[in-house]
């Protein structure tokens, strides 16, 4: 199995902004849609953002809309969630994961994935 590996987490202000990647070796990784999640201390895993295999349709949790954006670079096997307008609540550690679809990774809970990678933590100070 081929996880991929989440980077760009750190300490930052409230208002302030990350652009986390989340990097894949699989060879098919563009025929795939891909999700980040995040899990806030104490709280289950949620979907943030999910983007189709080739870009075109993204969703986000009503939660981020209008301040996270999901993109994604096939020619690198990478994709990444830029995270503007942080708040404290956004304090969590952030995953992504792969899916065979958009619609898949958004009808698919976290625990029904069989692997995780280990993820990359976020913390906004207020």
């Known amino acids: 199995q081929v996880q991929p590996v989440e980077s760009g987490g750190g300490l930052v202000q409230a208002g302030g902004s990350l652009r986390l990647s989340c990097a894949s070796s699989?060879?098919?990784?563009?025929?795939?849609?891909m999700g980040w999640f995040r899990q806030a201390p104490g709280k289950e895993r949620e979907l943030v953002a999910a983007?189709?295999?080739?870009?075109?349709?993204?969703h986000y949790a009503d939660s981020v809309k209008e301040r996270f954006t999901i993109s994604r670079d096939n020619a690198k096997n990478t994709v990444y969630l830029q995270m503007n307008s942080l708040k404290p609540e956004d304090t969590a550690v952030y995953y992504c994961?792969?899916?065979?679809?958009?619609?898949?990774?958004?009808?698919?809970?976290?625990?029904?994935?069989?692997?995780w990678g280990q993820g990359t933590p976020v913390t906004v100070s207020s």
């Open positions: 994961n792969i899916g065979p679809s958009l619609h898949r990774i958004l009808t698919k809970s976290p625990p029904e994935y069989d692997y």
């Open positions: 983007i189709s295999w080739s870009g075109g349709s993204t």
């Open positions: 699989r060879r098919s990784f563009s025929a795939y849609a």
